[in-house]
């Protein structure tokens, strides 16, 4: 069965603080691999990633794919509490269906 | 650009009643897609739409919920009837055909709560 794990499912942390979100996967026919931030309830993108070993960079969120060890993270630095939301992995595998992972919930507290 | 539009936003019913959720796409996007998702838990995918097409049904409790895309523009969902259970907020996306590369652009979703 396709499946999408995420790692911390809660997390709580200070201003500033840098993050490390996780997301292992084990699906067949993998595509790409997409970060999306969901803060009410409509998710909003973040990155996509097709590549092994090659980081995105978006201010101060990054992500990387390792395809070796089936993969990711999600960095934030310099926390804000504008960053509190949930952040959700998923993974695209052929047909352009999406597998979802649970979820990390972050909390950024000043 | 407009996003994907949805109505209601929330939607309060009791057990065996049916209920109907509406979604408008982003121009020009050609798959469409429902997921269901429950507080906790990441979205699951329902159903997904290629033009007025259905590519992906295969997670849809067929028994009790329908969806449609007429025109291959605008799609509803339907529930019939609803179980305690189905409480969730009902997420559609739109993307266009790129490749193998699927960007979804999700609308702001419709809350259920099924007592």
């Known amino acids: 069965e396709d499946k999408v794990v995420q790692s911390p499912l809660s997390l709580v942390v200070h201003e500033g603080d840098t993050v490390t979100l996780n997301c292992s996967y084990e699906?067949?026919?993998?595509?790409?691999l997409l970060w999306y931030k969901q803060e009410k309830k409509a998710p909003t993108f973040l990155f996509m990633l097709?590549?092994?070993?090659i980081e995105k960079k978006s201010g101060r969120l990054s992500s990387i794919l390792d395809k070796k060890e089936l993969s990711s993270i999600l960095n934030i630095t310099a926390t804000q509490t504008g960053d509190s939301a949930i952040y959700l992995c998923?993974?695209?595998?052929?047909?352009?269906?999406?597998?979802f992972g649970q979820g990390t919930r972050l909390t950024i507290n000043p | 650009e407009a996003g994907v539009a949805q109505s209601p936003r929330y939607k309060i019913i009791e057990k065996r009643q049916s209920v109907a959720f509406w979604c408008n796409p982003i121009?020009?996007?050609?798959?469409l897609y429902w997921y269901q998702q429950i507080l906790g838990q990441g979205p699951k995918l329902l159903i997904q739409?290629?033009?007025?097409?259905?590519?992906?049904d295969s997670q849809l409790p067929k028994d009790r919920f329908s969806a449609e895309r007429l025109k291959g523009v605008d799609s509803t969902l339907k529930i019939q009837p609803a179980k305690l259970e189905d409480s969730a907020v009902y997420l559609c996306?739109?993307?266009?055909?790129?490749?193998?590369?699927?960007?979804?652009?999700f609308g702001p979703g419709t809350r259920l709560t099924v007592l």
């Open positions: 996306a739109s993307s266009t055909v790129r490749g193998p590369y699927n960007e979804q652009f």
């Open positions: 699906v067949t026919n993998f595509r790409s």
């Open positions: 097709t590549s092994s070993g």
């Open positions: 998923a993974v695209s595998q052929g047909a352009q269906k999406l597998v």
């Open positions: 121009s020009g996007h050609a798959t």
């Open positions: 739409f290629q033009n007025n097409g259905v590519v992906d």
